[in-house]
């Protein structure tokens, strides 16, 4: 049973925004809110080799922290509110946005692996 063809790859962005297989893209890639199913329920891929570390929250805190850091100093200099301002406007963005990004972000690095065929058997060292 052939799912790739030359040509047919499933878009990298897809997979992740989705949060779906990587060689299908129909099949859905979690079981819970971050736990990667055993296989995929539509083609069968393997996903049990998956590990994508601490890479996906090393992003989140990335990009989260630059937008979050930016826009806080942007109302410190253009409103000076007092500290608790600060703690009520950025806590929850804080929070929703570390879970809403983690998701995409961790399938988009399986996604990865399974482009450049890292995920199954790694060869012996």
């Known amino acids: 049973m052939a799912f790739e063809t030359e040509g047919s790859q ?6 992740a925004l989705a949060c779906r297989c990587p060689r299908c893209g129909r099949g859905r890639l979690y079981e819970g809110l971050l736990t990667v199913r055993k296989a995929c329920p539509h083609c069968g891929l393997d ?3 998956e590990d994508a570390g601490d890479g996906p929250a090393v992003l989140v805190i990335l990009v989260l922290g630059l937008v979050v850091v930016a826009l806080a100093a942007v109302v410190e200099i253009e409103f000076s509110p007092p500290l608790w301002v600060h703690l009520l406007l950025w806590t929850p963005l804080i929070l929703g946005g570390g879970i809403a990004l983690l998701r995409p972000f961790k399938a988009w690095l399986i996604a990865l ?4 065929r890292l995920l199954g058997e790694r060869p012996p060292f």
């Open 10 to 15: 499933i878009s990298l962005a897809y997979a």
């Open 47 to 49: 996903l049990s080799a």
């Open 113 to 116: 692996q399974y482009r450049h």
